[in-house]
């Protein structure tokens, strides 16, 4: 058990009881704990619906490689807290996260705060106290009223895709979506704006940078013979493919490169190209189209089969997917591509699996262990079957689900294990 579990759990009790999107409960624990946002590194903020982990990635791969000390706030974790936060290079240790986390609860006093937001604020006191040269900082939902945009002032402002999640709290159309992220801008800040696919997001993340007076940053990546080609005022560079599996990597990649133009000079000069091509290749993000390739799962399946494992879950995710999927089908046709399938009831399975669908043998869904808000097997189930795998069966967990899949075909197959975040925080731990 981490010494900072007992208060992550008690911090989990001071929720509001009405969950509204503010700023207020941030500013005024900032203020008890002397602002610690305005004594940060320079920072780059980003947005988004799909690609901002990555794109982070991508980003502190490459100012490491050039031996720069670099602070990552991301969220949600995958199997214990600490991920969130990465102090200079090192996910923050047990002793100081409980410290911060105690301190915080103290500064608070007992008065209602999210557990995002408190915990928000620990990340940005331990950033604030230990030397680095940059931060990276991903919001959690949203933009403008998201705990993490309380820094006046970032280096720059980074959007990454648009698409549908959260609508609850979001908007139910891309306009109102692509609003909400378009909140971190900032006048005079550069803004890099990945392609956005839907012209509707697209335009309005214009008019909202042209309205704050948030430059747009000029970028561009074309896909070359094994690589990509990345060239905007500062840098023009060929690339191999990076680190991450999936053609909309190259364009997270893209963003992240961008990004690196409009840091201070002292840090933008010190990744030259070298260290571009190091630290692109170098990356790793867990979950994110990630190959299994030991653990008691993998073993578990007969030679020659392949388990993948990816935490997309909205419209856009089942878009990437299917493009490597396609990708799978045209390099390895005789291969089948299985699916182990567990979402939340927030989320939307049909759009997910709409374009995933055509190129899926079987199926087997799983509740997600520990969430109360995970769609049953069952349900998820006939949401498969009713977006065409006909061959989709309820399965009570994930060995049970990669059993039950053994027998479905001949020879060699491969297994992607998708749906949430938190199955593939299951998954991993699971296998070690």
Not at 44 to 49: E, F, K, L, S
Not at 317 to 336: D, K, N, S, Y
């Amino acid at each position: 058990m981490s010494l900072a579990d007992p208060v992550l759990d008690r911090l989990k009790g001071l929720h509001p009881k009405v969950i509204d999107l503010s700023l207020d409960r941030v500013h005024r624990l900032l203020a008890a704990l002397g602002h610690p946002e305005r004594r940060l590194p320079p920072v780059v903020h980003v947005a988004g619906t799909n690609g901002k982990g990555s794109t982070l990635a991508f980003l502190r791969g490459m100012l490491e490689a050039a031996g720069l000390r670099v602070h990552v706030y991301t969220s949600p974790h995958l199997v214990r807290f600490h991920e969130r936060i990465r102090l200079a290079g090192t996910l923050i240790d047990d002793d100081r996260l409980a410290a911060l986390l105690e301190e915080c609860e103290v500064a608070n006093g007992g008065g209602p705060i999210t557990f995002f937001e408190v915990t928000t604020v620990a990340a940005l006191l331990a950033f604030a106290r230990e030397p680095a040269d940059v931060v990276l900082l991903e919001t959690g939902l949203g933009g403008r009223l998201d705990a993490t945009n309380v820094v006046d002032r970032p280096a720059v402002t980074a959007i990454t895709r648009i698409s549908y999640d959260h609508r609850q709290f979001l908007g139910d159309t891309l306009e109102a979506i692509a609003g909400e992220k378009a909140g971190i801008f900032k006048p005079g800040v550069p803004a890099v704006i990945y392609p956005q696919p839907a012209e509707e997001a697209a335009r309005t993340l214009a008019v909202r940078a042209e309205t704050v007076g948030a430059p747009v940053s000029g970028w561009s990546v074309t896909p070359t013979e094994g690589g990509f080609r990345f060239e905007s005022n500062r840098r023009r560079i060929d690339l191999p493919l990076p680190g991450l599996a999936g053609a909309h990597q190259i364009v997270n990649a893209g963003v992240a490169l961008a990004c690196l133009d409009h840091l201070p000079v002292v840090v933008a000069e010190a990744v030259d190209d070298a260290a571009v091509r190091r630290g692109l290749a170098a990356v790793e993000w867990p979950a994110r189209l990630q190959r299994l390739t030991r653990g008691p799962l993998t073993e578990a399946l007969p030679a020659g089969w392949d388990l993948w494992l990816d935490g997309g879950h909205n419209d856009s995710a089942g878009e990437v997917l299917a493009v490597q999927a396609a990708r799978w089908a045209e390099e390895e046709p005789e291969r089948p591509l299985l699916l182990v399938y567990g979402m939340l009831a927030s989320k939307e399975p049909r759009e997910f699996l709409g374009p995933l669908a055509p190129f899926v043998t079987a199926a087997r869904t799983v509740a997600i262990p520990g969430e109360e808000a995970s769609l049953t097997a069952e349900d998820t189930a006939a949401a498969t079957r009713a977006c065409g795998i006909a061959d989709s069966a309820a399965a009570a967990d994930v060995a049970g689900a990669l059993e039950s899949l053994r027998g479905q075909v001949d020879g060699p197959a491969r297994v992607l294990i998708c749906g949430s975040l938190y199955l593939a925080g299951t998954v991993l731990a699971e296998n070690g």
